[in-house]
């Protein structure tokens, strides 16, 4: 009931408004008034009705969720923007292999750190030296040692760049060991496309 109040209010404010505009020369432009003055009026006439809509509270609720959405958009928008990487930071991995190597195993150290930290330090080496995934461990953290070792002593780019595959590799497989019957589907896979098992 408001609502219909407040609407039927702004309506004849409007007609009111309307009809002072028809009535006033100054409001009203004639053949000699330019483009520019009648954009302007136009402009005041406008604003002084959005105001109006605004002191009684009509489509300030619509407003607030347009500018909700835009604003959840731009979030998601900033997030891509953010996340993506750009033509010269993706080539980081093949132009400069020594520093992306040497970023992307210590982030493989921390992730193996914040794990021991969630389940403890205890139960995560006796997971990782669980007979069914000690292999894995063993591949994962020969890795991570030659992607080191690779990245700074050596510094050979080619040799850096195949242990980052390598660890990626190890990082993957023994991922797949802590999800049930993950490691034989990807050898049955492999085994159906390559003819080799793993």
């Not at 053949?31 to 520019?36: A, D, F, I, K, L």
């Not at 959405?69 to 928008?77: A, G, P, V």
């Not at 921390?110 to 007979?131: E, K």
């Not at 002593?153 to 760049?161: E, G, H, I, S």
């Amino acid at each position: 009931m408001k609502d219909t109040t407040k609407r039927s209010l702004v309506s004849s404010h409007l007609n009111a408004w309307r009809n002072c505009a028809v009535r006033s020369d100054q409001s009203v432009p004639d053949t000699s008034t330019s483009n520019e003055e009648v954009r302007l009026i136009m402009d005041k006439m406008n604003h002084a009705f959005e105001k109006m809509k605004m002191m009684v509270g009509m489509e300030v609720e619509e407003e607030q969720r347009a500018a909700e959405e835009e604003s959840s958009l731009s979030f998601m928008d900033d997030l891509n923007r953010d996340c993506a990487l750009t033509t010269k930071q993706s080539m980081l991995v093949f132009f400069n292999p020594v520093k992306f190597g040497i970023t992307f195993t210590l982030g493989n150290l921390m992730a193996l750190g914040s794990t021991a930290f969630l389940i403890g330090p205890q139960r995560q080496v006796t997971m990782m030296l669980d007979p069914a995934r000690i292999y894995a461990t063993a591949l994962y953290l020969a890795s991570i040692i030659i992607a080191l070792f690779s990245a700074l002593y050596v510094r050979n780019k080619l040799l850096t760049l195949l242990a980052i595959i390598l660890e990626f590799s190890g990082l993957i497989w023994y991922s797949l060991s802590y999800i049930p019957f993950a490691r034989t589907m990807v050898s049955k896979v492999f085994m159906t496309c390559f003819d080799t098992e793993f």
